[in-house]
Structures are given as structure tokens and as C-alpha cells.
């Protein structure tokens, strides 16, 4: 079964939440990139809604979730070397 880069995005608008549950969820898929505050790419063969429906259960009620397959370009600025290596050898160019 192939796998697919997912881009993971999420506003947490509880305040003083502890969301660690969700991070630990989030690096259990055993592939994933976090560079940006509200956002990791991960590596799945389950669908967008399948880690939705995952995910959906470390977040509070009043949070926003937002799954999308990683499609074929991208193009960023400003992340570390190490970031961009990451994102030059596992994502689409």
C-alpha cells in the first residue's frame, strides 16, 4: 500500500489546554515534518478523512482541523536547513 504526504493544520482555541496527546498522535504516524506552529506534513496510507477521524479525538470541540493531501508543487522561505532539506527530499518538486 502506497503512502501519501498530508499536510496537518489546526487552530486550538482553548487556552491553557494541554495538547501533548495530540503531538505524540501527530509523530505516531512515523513520518512527519513540524516547522510551522499549526502545521505538519506526515506520511499515511490512510486517507485524509481516516486521520481526521484519528486525529479529531486529541482536540477539544471548539478546534479546527484541517487534513489535505500534499499535492505536486511547493515552495516555502525562511526554514532552517534542516527543514528545507526535508522538504526538498520528501516532497514534490
Same mark, same amino acid.
Given at each position: 500500500?502506497? $503512502?501519501?504526504? +498530508?499536510? &496537518?493544520? +489546526? %487552530?486550538?482555541? *482553548? =487556552?491553557?489546554?494541554? +495538547? $501533548? @496527546? ?5 509523530? *505516531? ?8 506552529? *499549526?502545521?505538519?506534513?506526515?506520511? $499515511? =496510507?490512510?486517507?485524509?478523512?481516516? !486521520?481526521?477521524?484519528?486525529?479529531? @479525538?486529541? !482536540? %477539544?470541540?471548539? %478546534?479546527?482541523?484541517? !487534513? &489535505?493531501?500534499?499535492?505536486? *508543487? ?10 528545507? %532539506? ?8
Amino acid at each position: 500500500m502506497s $503512502s501519501n504526504l +498530508y499536510l &496537518v493544520c +489546526y %487552530d486550538l482555541n *482553548s =487556552p491553557g489546554q494541554d +495538547y $501533548s @496527546e495530540l503531538y505524540e498522535e501527530i509523530k *505516531s504516524y512515523g513520518y512527519w515534518w513540524h516547522h510551522l506552529d *499549526s502545521t505538519w506534513i506526515i506520511k $499515511s =496510507p490512510k486517507s485524509a478523512k481516516e !486521520i481526521r477521524n484519528h486525529l479529531k @479525538e486529541f !482536540i %477539544d470541540s471548539n %478546534d479546527e482541523l484541517l !487534513i &489535505v493531501k500534499f499535492g505536486e *508543487s511547493w515552495a516555502g522561505k525562511g526554514f532552517s536547513k534542516r527543514g528545507f %532539506d526535508w522538504l526538498h527530499n520528501n516532497a514534490y518538486e
